[in-house]
C-alpha cells in the first residue's frame, strides 16, 4: 500500500511502514494530511459503549428534558433505570437532580442518574434501598459521590452480552474518530471483558490496561509484570484516584469551592498513597494517578518525594487541571509525566462554564496550562476521558485555550496526541510517528476530518465507502 499526502510518500508492507519518502511541500487544495493514529490516553471504553445502551444526557439543555428523554428511551427490560452523562453546569437551571425528580421517573425501580464526570449520580427513594448504606450517599437529596458512581456498573445487574455489545461499538466509535490506542482504566470486569472480545478476534483496537490498585494483591501474586501481553492487549500499570472531580465539588482545593464552604476532599491517606507508590516502585509497575485540584496535586508530589527513587517508571499525572508553575517544576525534576485531557477546555473552560462557576473567573485562565507544560519540558500526552471520545474535539480546545500564551498550534497538538502518549505508555519505539519499521497505525485527514484509519497496514475505517 502506498499513502501520499502534499510533503511526502509512505510504503506500507503488511502490519509496518516500510519506507517513508519526504517529497516536500506540495500544492493540495484538498488539504489532505498523513498522521500516526491517535493515541488516548484516558480512556473508559464501557462506559463509553454503554452510553449507547442507556439514555445519554449529554446534549441535554434543562433536567426536563432529560427526564423526559429517559421516560421515552430507558431499556424496559431491566429491573433498574440508568441514564449516563449528564452535565448540570450546562443546564438553563445549573442545580442537580434529587430523588424527588428521578421519583417522577419511577417509584418502583431503582433509577440513575450518573454525572458525565463519573464522580456523582443521583437515584431515587427505590434506588437508595439499594445504595443507602454506601458511604457518599445523602439520603435526604439522593445524591451521590465518589463510591458507587465510580462502581455503578458494578453495582448494577447488567448483563454480559451488554458489556460485550457495548466494547464492540465503543471501539468502532474509536476508529471512527482515528484513535488506534487506548490506554483504558478499567476494573476486573472490564479485564475479563477486553480479553473476551481479543478471544473472538474482535479487539481492532490496542488496548493498553491500567489495573485498579485493588487488584495490586492479585497481581503481585500472579507475578504479572510490566508490559505482560502482547501489541493489542498489554498491561502497564496501577491506577489510583487521590481526589473527585471539579463537577462533583470533590477535587481538593486549597480554598473553598466558589458559594460553598468545602474545599473538596482526599479520597487517600499519605499511608496508603505512599504504600502503593513504593510496591510499583518495588515491582516495576507504572503508577497512573488521578488528581485535580490544587492541594490534590501538592499532595501528590510532597507524598512521592519520600518514595519516588528512580524516573524511568514514568509514573503519570492524570487529568491535572489545577497545577502551577511550582509543582511542575518539581514534578520535571521527578521524572512525572502528565495525561492532559484538551477537551475539558473546549466543555468548561469559558466565560459562564463550570470552571467560573465552580472556582471563580481567574481559572477560566489559569486551568489547563498547555503550553507551559510543554515548555518546561515535561512529557505528556492527549486523551479524552470519553468526553467525548473525540482527538479532534479535544484539540479544538488545546488550541483555543482561554489564554493566549497556553494556546498551541494544530500540530503541535496532533503530536501530543500520538507521539506523546506513545511515550507514556512505552510505545515510543514502534507506535506514535510516521516512521520506518512503526506499525503502520495511520490516520489520513482531510481538511481536518477524518477521511481514512488504517490498523496493522488494513484499512478499518474509511469515509467514502
Not at 449516563?84 to 440513575?112: A, C, G, M, Q, R
Not at 502503593?276 to 490544587?294: M, Y
Amino acid at each position: 500500500m502506498i499513502l501520499k499526502d502534499n510533503s511526502k510518500e509512505i510504503v506500507i508492507e503488511g502490519k509496518f511502514i516500510k519506507k517513508v519518502i519526504e517529497k516536500g511541500k506540495i500544492e493540495d487544495k484538498e488539504e489532505r494530511l498523513i498522521i500516526p493514529g491517535f493515541i488516548d490516553s484516558h480512556t473508559h471504553l464501557i462506559h463509553e459503549g454503554l452510553s449507547s445502551f442507556f439514555p445519554n444526557l449529554y446534549e441535554t439543555s434543562s433536567l426536563e428534558e432529560a427526564i423526559q428523554k429517559v421516560l421515552e428511551f430507558h431499556r424496559k427490560d431491566l429491573p433498574f433505570i440508568l441514564a449516563l452523562n449528564f452535565d448540570e453546569s450546562k443546564w438553563k437551571v445549573k442545580k442537580l437532580p434529587t430523588k424527588k425528580d428521578l421519583d417522577k421517573i419511577s417509584k418502583d425501580k431503582p433509577v440513575i442518574f450518573r454525572r458525565i464526570c463519573g464522580h456523582l449520580a443521583v437515584t431515587n427513594t427505590k434506588g437508595l434501598e439499594k445504595f443507602k448504606n454506601f458511604k457518599g450517599v445523602e439520603k435526604e437529596t439522593g445524591i451521590m459521590r465518589e463510591f458507587v458512581p465510580l462502581r455503578i456498573f458494578s453495582l448494577l445487574p447488567i448483563p454480559e452480552e451488554i458489556f460485550l455489545n457495548s466494547l464492540e461499538i465503543a471501539i468502532e466509535k474509536a476508529i471512527r474518530n482515528g484513535i488506534t490506542t487506548c490506554h483504558e482504566m478499567i476494573g476486573r470486569k472490564g479485564f475479563y471483558y477486553f480479553l473476551k472480545l481479543k478471544e473472538k478476534n474482535k479487539l481492532k483496537i490496542r488496548i493498553r490496561y491500567y489495573a485498579p490498585y485493588n487488584l495490586i494483591k492479585e497481581i503481585e501474586k500472579i507475578g504479572i509484570l510490566r508490559g505482560f501481553g502482547d501489541e493489542y492487549f498489554k498491561f502497564c500499570g496501577i491506577k489510583i484516584f487521590t481526589d473527585g472531580s471539579i463537577g462533583s465539588k470533590k477535587a481538593k482545593l486549597s480554598f473553598n469551592y466558589r458559594g460553598d464552604r468545602k474545599m473538596g476532599q482526599m479520597l487517600i491517606s499519605k499511608k496508603e498513597f505512599q504504600k502503593i507508590l513504593k510496591i510499583c516502585e518495588d515491582k516495576n509497575l507504572q503508577l497512573a494517578i488521578h488528581a485535580i485540584g490544587d492541594r490534590a496535586i501538592k499532595n501528590v508530589i510532597n507524598w512521592s518525594k519520600e518514595i519516588i527513587k528512580r524516573t524511568d517508571l514514568r509514573h503519570r499525572i492524570e487529568h491535572a487541571e489545577m497545577i502551577d508553575d511550582k509543582s511542575l517544576d518539581e514534578i520535571k525534576e521527578m521524572g512525572f509525566t502528565l495525561s492532559i485531557q484538551p477537551n475539558f477546555i473546549k466543555n468548561w473552560q469559558f466565560e459562564g462554564g463550570m470552571y467560573e462557576e465552580r472556582l471563580g473567573k481567574e481559572w477560566i485562565y489559569k486551568m489547563n496550562p498547555i503550553k507551559t507544560i510543554i515548555e518546561k519540558g515535561i512529557k505528556v500526552g492527549f486523551g479524552s476521558d470519553c468526553m467525548p471520545l473525540s482527538p479532534l474535539y479535544g484539540i479544538e480546545g488545546a488550541i483555543s485555550h482561554p489564554s493566549e500564551k497556553e494556546r498551541i498550534d494544530f500540530y503541535e497538538a496532533l503530536k501530543i496526541y500520538s507521539q506523546g502518549s506513545a511515550f507514556l505508555s512505552y510505545d515510543e519505539n514502534n507506535l506514535g510517528e510516521i516512521k520506518e519499521n512503526y506499525f503502520a497505525d495511520i490516520v489520513i485527514l482531510k481538511n481536518k476530518k477524518i477521511e481514512k484509519v488504517i490498523i496493522d497496514g488494513e484499512i478499518k475505517f474509511s469515509q467514502t465507502d
